[in-house]
């Protein structure tokens, strides 16, 4: 799982990035909020069944990558995040965004930089 630092990482953050792919392999990349429970993220939002991510998971491309990630200092130049690959899934959930159809997303590996306790690539068990 994710050390404590990353932990606290994710709780301090509002917005994620979140890469889905369509079914003629076209990526798409697009700022997400989130919940966090510990063992995975729940991806939500206004008309959320009608926008690409939504879509693309629904018809079968479960594969995703979700990255958090700041700059905690631009003098000096400090950077610092989370990578996340995952499998999403669509699910009814009440959250950041109300009730309704939310993409779970389980992390598989996560790469986390600039910050006390990152982890160089941990695999998550299932």
């Not at 008309?47 to 879509?55: C, L, P």
């Not at 629904?58 to 990630?69: E, F, P, W």
Request: aromatic share 12%.
């Amino acid at each position: 799982m994710f050390t404590t630092a990353e932990i606290d990482y994710i709780h301090s953050q509002r917005l994620a990035r979140l890469a889905t792919v369509d079914s003629d392999g076209q990526p798409d990349a697009v700022a997400v909020g989130f919940d966090f429970d510990g063992k995975a993220f729940y991806i939500g939002g206004r008309n959320q069944t009608r926008t690409r991510k939504y879509k693309n998971v629904q018809s079968g491309q479960h594969k995703v990558a979700l990255v958090l990630d700041d700059l905690e200092s631009v003098s000096p130049w400090k950077p610092r995040g989370i990578r996340i690959y995952g499998v999403a899934e669509i699910v009814p959930h009440d959250g950041y965004a109300g009730k309704g159809d939310y993409l779970r997303i389980v992390p598989k590996l996560s790469w986390g930089w600039g910050f006390e306790g990152a982890s160089k690539r941990t695999a998550h068990a299932d």
